[in-house]
């Protein structure tokens, strides 16, 4: 039972991280300037 509880809290602590990610990530690759789009592009995957 304590498996499973750890397994659903560590489940939902890498959703809410990767969530928490998405939201910044297009004011950082303004921040950046004026670049070419696959530069852009290659950021925004990074």
């Known amino acids: 039972m304590i ?3 750890l397994l659903y ?3 939902a602590l890498t959703f809410s991280w ?4 998405l939201f ?3 004011s950082v690759v303004k921040g950046f300037g004026d670049i070419s789009e ?4 290659i950021i ?3």
């Open 44 to 46: 925004l995957m990074e």
């Open 9 to 11: 809290i560590a489940g």
């Open 24 to 26: 910044p990530t297009k």
């Open 3 to 5: 498996k499973e509880i």
């Open 18 to 21: 990767g969530v928490a990610h």
């Open 38 to 41: 696959d530069n852009r592009k």
